[in-house]
């Protein structure tokens, strides 16, 4: 029976990978990369449940068809899934990077072009990177070279981190007055935010985000309590409900 799962497994994984044969991950719009993607990864997840629930069941309930061993995971299926959810997040990471290093802030403030040498390194597309492979197609034989094609992308991309930085900065330093607006930034930037060398960097505008959220909880939290006194103190029959509970 594992040895059928697997096999079923390895179909489920060529469909996928069959339907998404067409999808430009590097070059598409990224709202179709993103569904695309998300679809295949769905499935791929609804089908690691379904063998899961159903060698689960089989072990503890069925006596007829008793499975023996730890609960079927499908390791290709779950492979397969972690492979879409890495190119989503390149291609996310490419795209902040591109927004960034094409507004790179002068020393007046005004809008500059970053360094070439940067740009070269990082601003090259992602199909010009990953020209050897093809991403979508996941295997053990293949795996092995799309890590090392992404590291080095990785590679290429770290001398912009600083230039990166410096223009996140800029950004959101404008923002420092209004919370809401800059946690706003930092979700639409999450991939970049998130890089070591940046959240390095910007560990004071974090902790000063942090500290801005929590008064503004609390300050939220202290209204919301007035307005329910002023509501109930008028309202002698409500305070009766609430006591009696009805």
């Not at 991939?191 to 974090?206: A, D, G, I, Q, T």
């Not at 902790?207 to 103190?233: A, K, R």
Request: charged share 20%.
């Amino acid at each position: 029976m594992r040895h059928l799962l697997d096999i079923m497994s390895g179909v489920l994984g060529q469909s996928v990978q069959h339907k998404l044969k067409t999808l430009a991950v590097w070059e598409a719009p990224l709202t179709i990369v993103q569904a695309e993607l998300l679809s295949g990864l769905s499935l791929c997840e609804q089908w690691c449940k379904i063998c899961a629930d159903l060698t689960s069941a089989w072990k503890i309930h069925d006596e007829d068809r008793p499975w023996g061993g730890s609960i079927y995971d499908s390791e290709h299926t779950l492979n397969l899934g972690r492979r879409f959810m890495k190119i989503l997040a390149l291609r996310e990471t490419h795209d902040e990077f591109n927004f960034m290093l094409n507004c790179g802030i002068g020393k007046e403030g005004q809008i500059d072009l970053v360094d070439n040498q940067v740009r070269a390194a990082a601003g090259q597309s992602l199909a010009e990177h990953f020209s050897d492979i093809n991403p979508l197609l996941y295997s053990s034989h293949t795996d092995p070279t799309w890590c090392e094609t992404a590291d080095r992308y990785e590679k290429a991309v770290m001398s912009a981190d600083s230039e990166i930085t410096a223009n996140f900065g800029h950004i959101i330093s404008a923002l420092q007055e209004s919370p809401v607006q800059l946690l706003g930034e930092l979700r639409r930037f999450k991939h970049l935010f998130s890089r070591p060398y940046v959240r390095e960097k910007l560990k004071r505008e974090r902790g000063s985000l942090l500290c801005q959220l929590i008064d503004m909880m609390e300050n939220t939290g202290e209204i919301f309590s007035s307005l329910i006194q002023n509501v109930i103190q008028p309202c002698p029959n409500v305070v009766s409900l609430f006591e009696h509970g009805t």
